[in-house]
Every structure is written in C-alpha cells, then in structure tokens.
Nanobody
Framework: QVQLVESGGGLVQPGGSLRLSCVAVGSIFSINTMGWYRQAPGKQRELVASIPWGGSTNYADSVKGRFTISRDRAKNTVYLQMNSLKPEDTAVYYC?????????WGQGTQVTVSS
C-alpha cells in the first residue's frame, strides 16, 4: 500500500510564492511519474506539472516560467515551487504518482491567492 502525504499549501498574496511537497510512503518499488494537478471550484482537474523518473518535465502553459517541479529520488518526494502566483492559481492541488499498473492521489492541499 502507498500513501501520498502533501504539505505546503496556504494563503498567499498575488505575486507571492509557495512550495508544495509530496512524499510517497509505503511499499515503493518503482515510480514512473510524479506530478501535480489542480482543481478550482466548478472546473475540471487539470495537470499542472509532471516529472518522469527518467525524462524531462512537462508544464501546463498557464504555469510555464512561474512554477518549477523537481523530485528527490532518494526520498520519493516531489516538489512544486510556485512563484509569481496569481488569483487564477487558486485551487486544490493534488499530488499524483504513477507506478507500473497503478496511480495514486494525495488528499489535496488548498492554495489560495488573494489580497
């Protein structure tokens, strides 16, 4: 069994920064991809950024140049550094980890960008 533990959400003013973390704990043998999704009220969940375990990163157009995804293989952890935050970035952010044959989701962490 695998659990994803997220942290780092909160309230920030426009232009501010936040860093999200997600650590995968449990029976971990092989990770394909780690990533972050978000879901704003009334909208569908969308990919924010992803990082394959051996490939290049992928970002939504709306966050390119502002967000950076990174991972620590030894700690089975993925990070999302969010800079120059905008009100439209307000959403619940979910960590996603893909293993061979199965994917897991975190419980979600709220990010609110407001003055």
């Amino acid at each position: 069994q695998v659990q994803l533990v997220e942290s780092g959400g909160g309230l920030v003013q426009p232009g501010g920064s936040l860093r999200l973390s997600c650590v995968a704990v449990g029976s971990i043998f092989s990770i394909n991809t780690m990533g972050w999704y978000r879901q704003a009220p009334g909208k569908q969940r969308e990919l924010v950024a992803s990082i394959p375990w051996g490939g290049s990163t992928n970002y939504a157009d709306s966050v390119k140049g502002r967000f950076t995804i990174s991972r620590d293989r030894a700690k089975n952890t993925v990070y999302l550094q969010m800079n120059s935050l905008k009100p439209e970035d307000t959403a619940v952010y979910y960590c996603n980890v893909v293993f061979p044959g199965r994917a897991y989701w975190g419980q979600g962490t709220q990010v609110t960008v407001s003055s």
